[in-house]
């Protein structure tokens, strides 16, 4: 499966910001030093790992914002399968531009790669279920378009990018306005037309209250066993979207995903996901 990027302009900005902090004020002395200015080089970006690949649209903008000269053929993009060993990109151009631009392509391409294969490890537990794999808020600040385009690489699906996209409704909300009638009435009150509204439950006497009340269109069922998850799908009967959260693991989740959960969304996928190992070779 291959995907669209998106625009190179919305990316940039990021890129750049993580360029300027590599760089400092005075650029790479390093190469500066002991590379000639006339020097050319090709490198190529390998992997040292099998993993589902991501980031390889910002390592080509990184390396183009420091060099818009550089000649760079991407081999194995974004969303596909690679073997250890495999070349990614090639870079061919001026060697200090490239050696500039390294670290922060590896940066991300590492760390985009990790999460999109920790993601496609847990979509594979789903098969055979219509249960989709999302992720949640819990990104790295500063980074979260990045990474969660590198969830959709890894072929899961994304929960809100930000607090305005949905109303979601989470226990101490429950706490602060005094239960799950408030909340919902408030909600039913004040929400567009265009505005979804999913609310979280932990017991099911709080989800028979939210069949009751209605306002929402999707439930979370947060941290509860198998068991209590099979009740919750029976109770909702199709009245709504469910979506599990909370002790997801790669364990877990294929029986997560046979309880007939509509969603399984899981921090994990982008706060506990391993760099892998990209390397440039000259």
Not at 185 to 208: G, P, T, Y
């Amino acid at each position: 499966m291959s995907f669209s990027c998106v625009p190179d302009m919305i990316l940039e900005p990021m890129i750049r910001n993580a360029l300027m902090e590599d760089l400092g004020s005075y650029g790479d002395v390093t190469t500066r030093a002991v590379i000639p200015a006339e020097t050319t080089y090709t490198a190529c970006l390998n992997a040292r790992a099998d993993a589902i690949v991501s980031g390889m649209q910002v390592a080509r903008i990184a390396f183009h914002l420091v060099d818009a000269t550089l000649e760079i053929e991407t081999h194995v993009v974004d969303g596909q399968p690679c073997k250890a060993g495999d070349t990614l990109m090639t870079i061919k151009g001026s060697a200090a531009s490239i050696l500039s631009g390294e670290r922060v392509a590896l940066n991300f391409a590492g760390r985009l790669t990790g999460i999109a294969t920790k993601t496609a490890s847990f979509v594979a537990e789903t098969a055979g279920t219509a249960a989709r794999v999302t992720c949640t808020r819990k990104t790295t600040p500063g980074l979260r378009l990045v990474e969660k385009l590198a969830v959709l690489h890894g072929g899961g699906f994304n929960h809100r990018y930000s607090l305005s996209d949905a109303i979601l409704i989470k226990d101490n909300h429950i706490a602060a306005a005094g239960g799950v009638r408030q909340v919902l009435e408030a909600a039913k009150a004040h929400a567009s037309h265009m505005m979804a509204v999913e609310i979280e439950v932990d017991r099911l006497d709080q989800l028979a209250d939210v069949l009751e009340v209605g306002g929402a269109s999707v439930v979370l069922l947060d941290n509860m066993s198998t068991e209590m998850l099979h009740e919750a799908i029976e109770l909702v009967d199709g009245r709504m979207k469910t979506e599990a959260s909370g002790n997801v693991t790669r364990g877990r989740i294929a029986s997560i995903a046979a309880t007939g959960v509509d969603y399984i969304s899981s921090g994990a996928l982008t706060h506990s996901a391993a760099t892998v190992d990209i390397g440039l070779d000259f």
